[in-house]
Structures are given as structure tokens and as C-alpha cells.
T-cell receptor
């Protein structure tokens, strides 16, 4: 069974601060997605990383996929209240079969104005 | 381009009853996946449908079943509802092997 551990579970910071959240596994994933979810809504896809060592930037958000494709990080620069939400990482399967996603439990981020 | 839609938005059922949830996939997408998200947890994979056939299943009992129609829309059926079935049910659509895009979910409460 593939498991994804996210840390920290909760994070409360002041507007303008930087932060990093982590997504770790003992399993290799073919790809890894990051989603943000607002309360009562579905997850919204932020980025997909597929190559070990890959770094992608989305405005103030920087995503990195580990060299061994077992872990990933999300770094937010100068956080804003609009960044508040649940950040979920999800891994794609490493072998053949259905393209199910394995999700972590998420990091709940609160950015205080 | 129309995104993924789900109905109903909210639903309250009694233990032992049956429920059907519906999902319309994003235009051009032929694969639908269903996930269950309990409060404070990440989504858990229930099953996936591709071209009207089940294409993988997570660790859920047989009372969770599904259908996919020729227009790629889908239904999730849950029989003999239990209190622990209370959750947000999410539908995600994709093309084969691509990124999955989620609908807003159906909040099911079992009393």
C-alpha cells in the first residue's frame, strides 16, 4: 500500500511570511500532484510534477519533486490571506493499472492578515 | 469548456437506506474516478470507470457500486448506508493517464 505523509498537519502564519510544506513516502510515484481545497469544495489542481528533481513555479508557489520521486515540497513566498486552504499532495501509481491517486491527509494553512 | 459537476450538493439519509450520487465529467474526458473524503482526511479512492467499465477499485466494500454511461457521466451507488459513510464524495474526470479534475463534491450525512 502506498502512503503519503504530509507535514506539518496545521500551519498558521502571518501575511508576508514564507513557508514550506512537505509530502513524503517510502514508495515511488510516477507523478505527483498538488491540490488546494477550500472548505466544502473539491480540490483544485495546482501543479503536476513527473520527473525526479523537477522544480515548477506558479507565481509565489514553488514545487519540487525529489530525485527519487518519493517526496515533494511546496514553498510559498510572501504568503497572502488568499493562500489559506487545505493543501493536498497526491501520487500517481508506479505501475500499470488504473490511474488512481493516493492522497496525503493535507496541510491546513491559515494566513493571518 | 464545462467543468465537472455533481449532484446533489447535500444529502441527508438514514442508516440502512440507499443513495445515488451523480457526476458529469468535463468535456472531452473519458475517465471518471470517485473518492470519499471524511472530515479532516485526504480523499480516498473508491473506484474508477473508463469506457463504461470499472478500471480499478480501492478498499471499499461491494455495497459501493458505480456506473458510467456512454456520455461518460457516472453514478455512485451506496447500499445499506452506515454512519461512517458520512463524508464528502468527490468525482474527478480525466483522459487516460492524465491529470484528474475534481467536481465540487456531494456532502452526504447519514443519521
Amino acid at each position: 500500500t502506498q502512503l503519503l505523509e504530509q507535514s506539518p498537519q496545521f500551519l498558521s502564519i502571518q501575511e508576508g511570511e514564507n513557508l514550506t510544506v512537505y509530502c513524503n513516502s517510502s514508495s515511488v510515484f510516477s507523478s505527483l500532484q498538488w491540490y488546494r481545497q477550500e472548505p466544502g469544495e473539491g480540490p483544485v489542481l495546482l501543479v503536476t510534477v513527473v520527473t525526479g528533481g523537477e522544480v515548477k513555479k506558479l507565481k509565489r508557489l514553488t514545487f519540487q519533486f525529489g530525485d527519487a520521486r518519493k517526496d515533494s515540497s511546496l514553498h510559498i513566498t510572501a504568503a497572502q490571506p488568499g493562500d489559506t486552504g487545505l493543501y493536498l499532495c497526491a501520487g500517481g501509481p508506479s505501475g500499470a493499472g488504473s490511474y488512481q491517486l493516493t492522497f496525503g491527509k493535507g496541510t491546513k494553512l491559515s494566513v493571518i492578515p | 469548456e464545462t467543468g465537472v459537476t455533481q449532484s446533489p450538493t447535500h444529502l441527508i439519509k438514514t442508516r440502512g437506506q440507499q443513495v445515488t450520487l451523480r457526476c458529469s465529467s468535463q468535456s472531452g474526458h473519458n475517465t471518471v474516478s470517485w473518492y470519499q473524503q471524511a472530515l479532516g482526511q485526504g480523499p480516498q479512492f473508491i473506484f474508477q470507470y473508463y469506457r463504461e467499465e470499472e478500471n480499478g477499485r480501492g478498499n471499499f466494500p461491494p455495497r459501493f457500486s458505480g456506473l458510467q454511461f456512454p456520455n461518460y457521466s457516472s453514478e455512485l451507488n451506496v447500499n445499506a448506508l452506515e454512519l461512517d459513510d458520512s463524508a464528502l464524495y468527490l468525482c474527478a474526470s480525466s483522459t487516460t493517464g492524465s491529470e484528474q479534475y475534481f467536481g465540487p463534491g456531494t456532502r452526504l450525512t447519514v443519521t
